[in-house]
């Protein structure tokens, strides 16, 4: 029998993730869920490898909640990704109307909102 590698998530993981994940009836649907979530907690378990070596080399722990944040940025908060999504669809109005004066409006309605903490 061939050694499994040190970060290969557990059977027990790999379940959830069959469950959290598209419908099996859509296999290829479910093989790229599961190797995105496998790639994503593969990442974040070497990262936490070296955030560990790092903190045992240094007692700079700004140094290590740099990295963590760098590697990991925050998801977008919901205005952020509204403004995105709103650039698609001023995008599309503008192609079929000639203006965006409805997607203007909107945009700075949303600008006006408070950034997330």
Do not use: Y
Not at 82 to 91: T, V
């Amino acid at each position: 029998m061939t050694q499994q590698h040190p970060i290969t998530p557990s059977s027990e993981l790999v379940q959830k993730w069959i469950e959290e994940g598209p419908p099996l009836d859509q296999p290829k649907f479910v093989a790229h869920f599961i190797a995105t979530r496998a790639a994503q907690w593969g990442a974040d378990q070497e990262l936490e490898a070296c955030c560990e070596w790092i903190h045992g080399e240094t007692s700079d722990e700004c140094f290590v909640a740099n990295l963590r944040a760098a590697r990991r940025p925050k998801p977008l908060s919901l205005k952020e990704q509204a403004l995105e999504q709103l650039d698609g669809i001023a995008a599309v109005f503008l192609a079929s109307h000639g203006g965006n004066l409805v997607c203007d409006t909107i945009r700075r309605a949303l600008e006006q909102l408070p950034d997330p903490s």
